[in-house]
Nanobody
């Protein structure tokens, strides 16, 4: 059974930093692209950042320069470093991964709350 397990997030003051992690697990899996999406109350889910297995990245334009996505392929883990956080970054952040097991499917983590407030 394929699983995505997330950690990190929480409450931080404006200007602060947080880090999210997401690890994919399962038997005989091949992890391809990974990414982070977020959903704020009353809004649609939106892409935060995406990274291929080769390390190519793309970001939501509004987040470039503040957020950094990275991954450790040996650990099947993706990270999201969030700096200079703003109240409008408050949302539930979901990990996403395209995984072959062996058929290729999309998987989602359970979500981590990030709250930016003074």
């Amino acid at each position: 059974q394929v699983q995505l397990v997330e950690s990190g997030g929480g409450l931080v003051q404006p200007g602060g930093s947080l880090r999210l992690s997401c690890t994919a697990s399962g038997n005989s899996i091949t992890v391809y692209a990974m990414g982070w999406y977020r959903q704020a109350p009353g809004k649609q889910r939106e892409l935060v950042a995406h990274i291929t297995s080769g390390g190519n990245t793309n970001y939501a334009d509004s987040l470039k320069g503040r957020f950094t996505i990275s991954r450790d392929n040996a650990k099947n883990t993706v990270y999201l470093q969030m700096n200079s956080l703003k109240p409008e970054d408050t949302a539930v952040y979901h990990c996403h991964a395209s995984i072959g097991s062996p058929l290729l499917s999309d998987y989602w983590g359970q979500g981590r709350q990030v709250t930016v407030s003074s």
